[in-house]
């Protein structure tokens, strides 16, 4: 008769697991969130969306003429680095949530406008406004990239990272 091979797991309890995954989603949690955060900055440097296209070109009728004369450049969405300044509120075991918020309010922006909301989803030129009834364009620079959502590079690898943990907490006794 063929002897098999059998491999026998060790005693280890489902509430010991269940313990330890609160503590396991929020690291995941947070180093998600670090990243969401690390490509909404790498993208406006890049002048590149969250969908990884490049951002829509600059007004040559009134944006281009405006920075040259400011001497601010060309790049976009980085002119005042209001942008980028993002507060981040990171998850904990008793709240799974990693919240990105940017911060409306910074620099000369003393009313509060949110600003980044608005040219993440575009917008037309109020009639008081320095050049009126123009638009601006939708650049998504806030969100969740691309390559973290379903069937994406990097979240394929936080999904292995999570599945590590647990199995780690599982073996371990």
């Known amino acids: 008769m063929a002897k098999r091979n059998v491999r026998r797991v060790g005693n280890w309890s489902y509430k010991k697991l269940g313990d330890k995954l609160p503590n396991i989603a929020t690291i995941v949690l947070n180093q998600l969130g670090n990243r969401v955060n ?3 900055q790498d993208g406006l440097d890049k002048g590149m969306d969250i969908n990884d296209k490049p951002f829509a ?9 405006q920075r040259l004369a400011a001497g601010t450049g060309t790049k976009k969405l980085v002119q005042t680095g209001n942008m980028r300044k993002t507060k ?5 075991a008793a709240k799974n949530v ?4 940017n911060v409306p309010g910074i620099g000369k922006n003393d009313k509060k406008v949110p600003y980044g909301a608005y040219h993440n989803e575009g917008f037309v030129n109020s009639s008081g406004s320095r050049y009126p009834g123009t638009r601006v364009p939708k650049r998504r620079w806030f969100g969740v990239p691309k390559s973290m959502r379903a069937g994406g590079k990097d979240l394929k690898k936080f999904t292995l990272f999570f599945k590590s ?5 599982v073996r371990s006794r």
Do not use: G, R, W
């Open 98 to 101: 990693f919240i990105i918020e």
């Open 165 to 169: 943990l647990i199995i780690k907490a």
């Open 38 to 40: 690390k490509a909404i």
């Open 88 to 92: 981040k509120i990171p998850a904990t």
């Open 57 to 65: 070109s600059l007004s040559k009728k009134t944006t281009i003429p």
